[in-house]
């Protein structure tokens, strides 16, 4: 018998797998987020719709209450007209506090003529303009609600003949009118005090129409935002006794027109660095504009001192566009010169940077700057010759760095303290940088000078990429025994401090150059960093040639454009004589008599 063999198959269980599972987790998570962020917005709707409606609520109720009021009591508590409305109240409706402010103004009305006009409106107050604002500093996106209505009187219009009429006309630097503008008027000198908020049209204007009368009692204000802030003065205050714009005067049936001009604020950085584009710290200024506020004594609107921080910035964000006059009061530099020439005449709604390039004081000081006679501009490459109390020359836009000592030994890198700098890279061993201190020459064996020695110096770093002008040494003649070109000297410049290849005049490594006061060859420019080489040689080694300063001269970022300065000068009378290619020589006469001065030379083409 043949049995059947019966197969029995198990149901497998079946489920998620970990991957199922979090896919459909963030499935649900995304869903629900959605949800949630839909009826969140739906719900803040809903809360914004509510404060709104409430608070049309509110400024509908004010307008009701000012039409109901009787027409002599339409105003605000201390405003013109004057009445029983308070100009700023706090109410709550609905579990939020609103602010309602109020302003009602006197309207005139072209149709029966305007005060001032043809004809002539004698009673000018034809009727009023309520403006209610409601607002919620309280509550999240909140909109401003804003209504108006006009009430006008029952029967003939309600006006004082014993009143008058303040313009206030608000315009920008280019007389051009400010519309918004802020506008707070107050006279102090009634009972209860006037004090009006309100805001010019779009012709610049704010009228107020039935003033009561007075004399130099209404005090104006006007500014807006980012923009700055002009006003009135009271006659005889201490510091300003005859102010320029003094409070305003109403008289009756007259129309007084104040003219305020305000325009965006502007920003100033200052920076104070040397020429070599060091910051230099804490540097005190003075800064003036040259708008008054007064005279007989003249009182500047801008007048105030300032002091740069650790990195050499002071920056001024709210200035006012003006002429700025500036002086460096501080106890330890002078100014050497500046970027852009001062004076500074800042525009509305503009951002100057100005750079103070600045010595430490070496009385006397005068610094010359030299200027295009027809643009104003500086003139930089132009030769200043002074003669008299000192005999220098010195090139308008130039920076220069000045080494007089080589004692303090080798092995500097790079120089620290370029203005006095006393060390240098290396040498042969065959120079003498001691004896005496403050000059280099050959190494005296026994009785004798050796041949030849070269010395190289620190690195200078100028700051920035620069262009460099000439090479000079003193002194510049040689003994005769010591042979031609006993001194030569060839320069290297790189941008990184690290690769030195040293060339001469004709930017070769194989030309020297042996002229005192020569100049350096293009293919340095754009570099930053400078070295020099000294060659010494004798044909008899019973003389030595010498080298007390080598200097060189350059442009960059901060050295000044079109001025230069003359330092440790004699009291006394200097005699300046300037020149440029494409110009006029100028000449001046200067009486040094300050620690510090200053002098401007145009130039014609």
């Known amino acids: 018998m043949i049995k059947m063999q019966t197969f029995t198959r198990k149901k497998q269980a079946q489920g998620f797998t970990l991957v199922e599972t979090v896919v459909s987790v963030a499935i649900f998570v995304t869903v629900f987020l959605s949800l949630y962020g839909v009826y969140s917005r739906i719900f803040t709707l809903m809360s914004i719709s509510r404060l709104k409606t409430v608070a049309v609520a509110l400024a509908n109720e004010q307008l009701e209450i000012a039409r109901n009021l009787p027409y002599a009591n339409v105003g605000t508590q201390t405003g013109i007209p004057n009445g029983s409305i308070p100009a700023s109240q706090t109410l709550a409706r609905g579990n939020a506090t609103f602010t309602v402010t109020t302003v009602v103004r006197n309207i005139d009305d072209p149709f029966d003529g305007s005060i001032g006009g043809v004809p002539n409106d004698t009673a000018p107050a034809d009727y009023k303009l309520v403006d209610i604002t409601v607002v919620c500093a309280t509550c999240a996106n909140f909109t401003p609600i804003a209504l108006s209505t006009y009430v006008a009187p029952k029967n003939l219009e309600f006006s004082s003949s014993d009143n008058g009429a303040l313009f206030v006309h608000v315009f920008d630097a280019n007389g051009q009118p400010v519309s918004d503008a802020a506008v707070h008027i107050e006279n102090n000198s009634v009972t209860p005090a006037i004090v009006i908020d309100d805001v010019t049209g779009a012709n610049g204007t704010l009228q107020l129409i039935d003033v009561p009368p007075g004399t130099e009692v209404y005090e104006v204000t006007a500014t807006k935002s980012a923009y700055s802030t002009d006003e009135t003065y009271p006659a005889g205050a201490v510091g300003n006794p005859n102010p320029t714009k003094r409070h305003a005067t109403v008289a009756p049936e007259q129309v007084t027109s104040l003219s305020l001009s305000i325009d965006r604020l502007s920003t100033i950085t200052f920076s104070s660095v040397i020429d070599i584009c060091a910051p230099v710290a804490d540097i005190d200024f003075h800064l003036s504009g040259s708008r008054l506020i007064g005279t007989e004594p003249d009182v500047l609107k801008s007048d105030a001192s300032y002091v740069t921080n650790a990195s050499g910035i002071k920056t001024l964000s709210s200035v006012e566009w003006d002429t700025y006059n500036f002086s460096l009061t501080d106890g330890g530099y002078d100014l050497a010169g500046s970027n852009p020439l001062l004076p500074l005449a800042i525009t509305p709604n503009s951002s100057q940077n100005v750079q103070l390039t600045v010595i430490p004081k070496d009385p006397r000081s005068l ?134 290849n040293f060339l001469g005049p004709d930017g070769t490594a194989g030309s020297y150059y042996t002229i005192a006061d020569t100049n350096i060859n293009a293919v340095h420019n754009n570099n930053r960093y400078f070295r020099y080489k000294l060659f010494l040689a004798t044909a008899t080694t019973s003389v030595t040639p010498s080298v007390s300063d080598v200097s060189f001269t350059f442009t960059s970022a901060c050295v000044p454009p079109g001025q230069v300065i003359f330092t440790g000068l004699n009291a006394g009378t200097v005699d300046i004589a300037v020149s440029k290619s494409g110009y006029q020589t100028a000449t001046s006469s200067v009486s040094v008599i300050n620690n510090w001065q200053s002098t401007d030379i145009p130039l014609s083409p």
């Not at 080589?406 to 004896?435: H, L, R």
């Open 367 to 500: 610094m010359v700057t030299v200027r295009d006679a027809a643009t104003g501009l500086p003139i930089s490459g132009a030769s200043v010759v002074i003669t008299g109390v000192a005999d220098a020359t010195l090139i308008t836009g130039r920076g220069s760095i000045t080494q007089t000592d080589w004692s303090g030994g080798d092995g500097q890198a790079t120089s620290t303290n370029p203005a006095g700098e006393n060390e240098y890279f290396s040498s042969d061993g065959n120079v003498d940088v001691s004896s005496p201190s403050g000059e280099v020459k050959l190494l005296l064996v026994g009785s004798e000078y050796v041949s030849s020695g070269t010395l190289v110096s620190s690195a200078f770093d100028t700051g920035s990429p620069s262009n460099f002008q000439t090479i000079i040494w003193q002194p510049s003649t040689q003994p005769s025994d010591a042979g031609a070109d006993s001194v030569r000297v060839q320069v290297a410049t790189n941008s990184d401090a690290g690769t030195w």
